[in-house]
């Protein structure tokens, strides 16, 4: 799940022109951090100035839950085999 988002990217959220995007941030309407020559949007102003212009929601809400690991496999430690020599062979007499 994404966090922040380009003026690129929230304006293809909102099926608009980024130019949008960026007049609304130069407004105050929209919050939005200036990275370099770029701005990053939070989602979760992403969505307050989406539903603050009349649109509904617009991430849907995603319900985290408590999801217990699996257990990792114990591991049995084994001694290390030494190495044998050549065996002796019997012969049938």
Same mark, same amino acid.
């Given at each position: ?22 007049? *609304? ?7 939005? *951090? ?13 969505? *307050? ?10 991430? @849907?809400?995603?319900?985290?839950? *408590?999801?217990?690991?699996?257990? @990792? ?13 050549? @065996? ?6």
């Amino acid at each position: 799940m994404k966090h922040t988002y380009t003026l690129g990217e929230a304006a293809e959220l909102l099926s608009c022109h980024k130019e949008t995007i960026r007049r *609304a941030i130069k407004d105050g309407n929209l919050q939005a *951090a200036k990275l370099g020559r770029g701005y990053r949007v939070s989602r979760v102003d992403l969505e *307050a100035f989406w539903q603050a212009q009349g649109g509904g929601v617009l991430f @849907e809400k995603v319900e985290q839950q *408590a999801v217990e690991p699996e257990p @990792e496999p114990e591991l049995v430690e084994t001694k290390p085999k030494k190495p044998r020599g050549p @065996e002796q062979l019997t012969l049938p007499t």
